[in-house]
């Protein structure tokens, strides 16, 4: 079928059989919700759908609806995920295993409604685990996976399946819909540990009020997340048996003799895999890894694949303002102790606000790889074309100067 | 790790990319990619969204591989907006905007004139342009095209008038976009239609109207065979300079920036005050969303042409019913 990312993430609810689905507007997450509200509706979808007055009572009534044994599914993006990140930490605190997926938008100021990664990047702390999908496919199968992952019991903490806006959301292409059956077979029901019972009293998420406890109890979470990593590589070969498609935490893109790689995630991985076999076809070297899987972070295999190559750019849809790219120094983390690292590792800023990036501009990354090797401190490229610049500095003049 | 300062990697040195044939023509047995990019451009209202879903849906039923999205800002009537359908018989490694159509649909000539939309830009060499126009001299007479491409044209806002009783376009200019790219069987493209109108919920009698419309365009117009290339393109990434003034700053200090974006381009019927009928009331004056009706001394409005986008909510609210509408680019 050709869908949208927005209806395969609703599809992934389905599919994935969700029972508890609070809901909250904003774009370009509405389709997802319009969707699943439709089916309620019509009777295709055996759901409770709710909506709330705002994201911070939607992520409450999610997590809440978990602990009771209710499989959750709910969706947001931007400022409303921003306005509910109280309560993320406070979900994965509870250990409730629930599903959120959001649809990346840049955040404001200045207003915009187009993808950079500053929203979803935000949760990195809180404890969801954390799945970036490129291809309308990626979006239904991780959801699928990423309830069995986060549902596991050495795992059972809540996950987000970040989708860009626009370049996902509202863009269609060919999904393969599983059948219910294989689905079950691959996503038996949630069996939630002590669940909310009228005739079992339980106490979750309660006050410790002692410093030992707490840091015993972060610490916990913090090695279930890691283990989440190889609960995840598991439920993929079983995925792949069933299902035909195989994940793994990263994808490594015509990496195999590759001298210059970049490591990049989500939609636009599909823009630098154009330009990795274009430069190929000139008999470039060039190589991708993909990441899939953000929390927990990849390190090992970050590692294993950029080992021995010559340079590396890291391009970062995102910016921590003040320091710069938020994946760039995870990367570094992950390769400073190996002996053979990559000589160069190149910070690349990219695509904020949905900036458009041409696959010209990414080959333009690996030259600048080639070229910047052996450098004493690389500098950072911010991409900006040059006709983009000159729009911009046009408008800006048009909002400043004009006077009737 | 190094900091982003105002020493942004400023990478001077052009370069060309490589030039390579891209066949589009499907009955070629040595065709290593085929892909056919169409960019839509419309304004608000007139269905670009749609009709890049119809075309799509039509060649996903001739089973290819398919990618579609649009483009737009804040949802309104008569803004630009711009739509894409990328047909394949492999995997579509692109995403997002397409910079380098193979063929253009211009759903509304005016667009090419709005520096916004940017229409013409990054054509592919030998690729071509669709104007939904009645003569395709006659836009060449008032706007620039590029050249070295074909142009086609055919006026579907009269013939959608005409059969649908409104402007829109959506069915219309999938069916040109789907005859001249040439690898959709007019059978596929009502499949399309009918699905894709279904979906956003049209009636059962304004789909087979869309039906009837799809077939004429389809009928009316013939295959291109495109067989485009790549254009010489020249990318240079510029360094951003440490901003010290207030251009960083986010506000807008000037007035008036609509006299600048002139929105009066959007219209596609024009309001025209009879002046006989006019009571001067001014209920036209309160309702104008844009304040493009401007009061005379006698208290009778006079419309700003260069600004009035035509919504038509003045000629809806008018009590007497003195202000009539006229189509807009009847010219074309
Ligand atoms: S059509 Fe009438 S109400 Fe609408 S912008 Fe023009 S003058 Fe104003
Ligand atoms: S609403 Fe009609 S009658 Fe009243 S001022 Fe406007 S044009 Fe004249």
């Known amino acids: 079928m050709l869908m949208t990312g927005n209806m395969a993430a609703a599809w992934g609810a389905r599919l994935g059989r969700a029972d508890y689905i609070p809901a909250y507007p904003i774009t370009p997450q509405t389709e997802i919700i319009e969707t699943i509200a439709k089916w309620v509706r019509l009777g295709e979808m055996d759901a409770k759908l709710v909506q709330m007055e705002s994201e911070h009572s939607m992520l409450t009534a999610a997590g809440a609806a ?308 052996g450098a004493e401190s690389p500098d950072p490229i911010f991409l900006m074309r040059q006709e983009e610049l000159e729009t911009t500095k046009n408008m800006v003049r048009t909002a400043k100067e004009v006077q009737i | 790790m190094p900091l982003i300062t105002n020493y942004f990697l400023a990478l001077t040195l052009d370069f060309y990319i490589l030039t390579q044939p891209l066949i589009v023509i499907p009955d070629k047995f040595l065709m290593i990619l085929m892909i056919v990019r169409v960019r839509f451009h419309g304004r608000g209202g007139q269905g670009a969204k749609t009709a890049s879903r119809i075309l799509g849906t039509a060649s996903f039923v001739e089973g290819m591989n398919v990618q579609d999205s649009p483009v737009y800002g804040a949802e309104r009537r008569g803004a630009p907006v711009t739509a894409f359908t990328r047909i394949s018989d492999s995997e579509i490694l692109e995403r997002g905007y397409v910079f380098d159509p193979d063929l253009l649909i211009v759903m509304d000539a005016t667009l090419l004139a709005s520096p916004v939309a940017k229409v013409t830009d990054g054509i592919r060499k030998k690729g071509a342009i669709f104007l939904n126009a009645q003569s395709a001299n006659i836009i060449g007479e008032h706007y620039t095209l590029p050249s070295d491409v074909r142009i086609a044209s055919y006026d579907l806002t009269s013939s959608a008038m005409e059969m649908l009783g409104k402007p829109i376009i959506s069915s219309a200019s999938a069916a040109a976009a789907a005859r001249l790219v040439g690898l959709v069987k007019e059978s596929s493209l009502e499949q399309a239609i009918v699905t894709e109108l279904e979906e956003i919920g049209l009636s059962e009698e304004m789909i087979k109207k869309n039906v009837m419309l799809g077939r004429k365009i389809f009928s009316s117009l013939e295959p291109l065979e495109l067989a485009t290339e790549e254009s010489e393109k020249k990318l240079r990434i510029v360094p951003l300079e440490m901003i010290t003034s207030n251009d960083g700053l986010e506000d807008i200090i000037a007035v008036g920036n609509s006299k600048v974006a002139k929105t009066g381009s959007w219209r596609i019927f024009k309001p025209v005050v009879d002046y006989e009928k006019c009571t001067a009331c001014t209920v036209c004056y309160a309702y104008c969303p844009e304040s493009a009706l401007i009061l005379r001394q006698d208290g009778k409005p006079e419309i700003d042409y260069d600004n009035c986008k035509g919504c038509l909510i003045c000629y809806r609210e008018c009590p007497p019913k003195a202000i009539n509408i006229e189509r807009e680019v009847i010219a074309f």
Not at chain 1, 118 to 125: G, I, K, S, T
Not at chain 1, 186 to 208: H, Q, W
């Open chain 1, 66 to 373: 978990s602990l009771a044994g209710a499989r959750v599914f709910t969706a947001t993006s931007s400022q409303g995920l921003l306005y509910a990140l109280e309560m993320l930490y406070n979900i994965s605190g509870w250990r409730a295993p629930m599903m959120l997926i959001n649809v990346a938008r840049a955040l404001a100021a200045p207003i915009t409604l187009e993808p950079d990664h500053n929203d979803v990047l935000a949760a990195r702390d809180t404890g969801f685990l954390q799945f970036h999908a490129e291809t309308c496919q990626e979006v239904l199968d991780l959801i699928l996976l990423a309830y069995r992952v986060a549902e596991d019991s050495s795992v059972l903490l809540p996950a987000i399946v970040n989708l860009d806006g626009f370049y996902l959301s509202f863009t269609r292409e060919k999904v393969t819909l599983p059948s219910e059956q294989d689905v079950s077979t691959f996503l038996p029901d949630y069996n939630p540990p002590n669940p909310f019972r009228a005739n079992m009293p339980v106490s979750k998420g309660a006050t410790v009020l002692n410093g030992a406890l707490y840091s015993y109890f972060k610490y916990h979470m913090h090695t279930s997340s890691i283990r989440a990593l190889s609960v995840f590589e598991e439920a993929a070969l079983q995925f792949e048996r069933i299902f035909g498609r195989s994940y793994s935490p990263v994808e490594p893109y015509m990496m195999d003799d590759a001298e210059f790689v970049i490591v990049i995630s989500n939609s636009f991985s599909t823009i630098a895999k154009q330009a990795v076999r274009r430069l190929r076809e000139r008999g470039f070297p060039a190589g991708l890894l993909k990441l899939r899987m953000l929390r927990p972070f990849p390190s090992s295999l970050v590692a294993r694949y950029l080992s021995a190559r010559r340079g590396v750019a890291v391009f970062d849809q995102n910016i921590s303002l003040g320091s710069g790219g938020i994946i760039y120094p995870e990367v570094v983390a992950s390769l400073y102790h190996r002996r053979n690292r990559p000589q160069l590792l190149l910070p690349v800023i990219g695509g904020l606000g949905g900036k458009q990036i041409t696959v010209e501009e990414m080959e333009k990354i690996f030259e600048a790889i080639k070229n910047e090797i």
